[in-house]
Structures are given as structure tokens and as C-alpha cells.
């Protein structure tokens, strides 16, 4: 497996919308794969292909804490089927925005369709951690972060830690 790069803002590309991909074949496991690697090196408990510079439609999650055995989740183009109109404040951070974390107010429950690892139709209801980082990972998808959400202060604040950040490694 290869650790990829992690796109950071500005990068143009995570503002690019993902495309569906047509199903799961072996060269899509293993970018699914790699990104899981990635996710788990950076660390962090989700990723979306866009962030590694790829526009497909997948996302990998692992929401297991430390101590606990892994459970890697895997979802090729995922569709919210449905989501609660109770919302529910978290807060979030993302890979592609290191070090920067503030509360966003998101559906507290969403049914998600996608395929998982072996090209498999799944449905699966989520609430808590688990909801909230779905519905993170589906808005990098359609060209969205978590900080998009924020007032255009705190956003333009993020961008700049983070490219003083990249200018110190």
C-alpha cells in the first residue's frame, strides 16, 4: 500500500465535484486501500478520494478509537436517502484544513445507499460520530468544506493558518 498526499486549502482541487465511478474493480480497491493508509497515517477517521487528488466518488472511514480493533468502512458513491430535520451541533476538522476545528451544525441522523468494498448495494442509517462524518466526506464530493460553513472571517482565518503551516514544513 502507498501513502498519498493530502491536499491542503487553497489546493483548487478539493473544490472539483466527484464523479460517480461506474463500479468496484481491483484498481478501485486499491485506492481505496491507499487512501485507508493514508487516513490512518495522518491520522485521522475519514477520507475522501478528492482529497488525495482523485475525482471519484469514494470515501474511507474508521471511526474505531485508540485501543479498539479497526473497522475500515469503505463507500463508493454514496447518496443521502434521507436525513433528520433535527440538526446537531459537532466539532469537526479535516485533513485538508490541519489544525483548524470549529462546530458545524449538521442533519443528526442521515440513510445513506452506497457500494462498499466488493461493489455490493448497501443502506445504512447513521447518527452521532458516525452521521456527521458521512455527511462530512459526502460535501468533499460535491466540492465542499467543513469550513464552507463557517463565516467568511473564520474561513479566510483557516486558509491562513493552514498555508502558514505548509510554508513552515
Not at 442509517?125 to 465542499?144: I, N, R, Y
Not at 467543513?146 to 513552515?168: G, N
Request: proline fraction near 7%; charged fraction near 30%.
Amino acid at each position: 500500500m502507498t501513502i498519498l498526499d493530502i491536499r491542503v486549502v487553497p489546493d483548487p482541487i478539493l473544490k472539483q465535484v466527484s464523479k460517480p465511478v461506474p463500479g468496484v474493480d481491483d484498481d478501485l480497491r486499491r485506492l481505496m486501500d491507499d487512501m485507508l493508509e493514508t487516513m490512518y497515517d495522518a491520522p485521522g477517521i475519514g477520507l475522501a478520494a478528492i482529497q488525495v487528488g482523485v475525482a471519484k466518488q469514494v470515501i474511507v472511514m474508521d471511526l474505531a478509537r485508540e485501543g479498539e480493533p479497526p473497522e475500515p468502512r469503505y463507500f463508493v458513491n454514496p447518496q443521502i436517502l434521507w436525513a433528520s430535520e433535527d440538526m446537531a451541533p459537532y466539532e469537526e476538522g479535516c485533513l485538508s484544513v490541519p489544525e483548524v476545528f470549529d462546530e458545524v451544525e449538521r442533519a443528526a441522523r442521515v440513510k445513506v445507499k452506497y457500494l462498499d468494498y466488493d461493489g455490493q448495494e448497501r443502506v445504512v442509517e447513521a447518527d452521532g460520530l458516525f452521521s456527521v462524518c458521512l455527511q462530512h466526506e459526502m460535501d468533499h464530493l460535491k466540492g465542499v468544506l467543513f469550513i464552507d460553513y463557517l463565516s467568511r472571517l473564520k474561513r479566510d482565518r483557516a486558509v491562513t493558518r493552514v498555508r502558514k503551516l505548509v510554508r513552515q514544513a
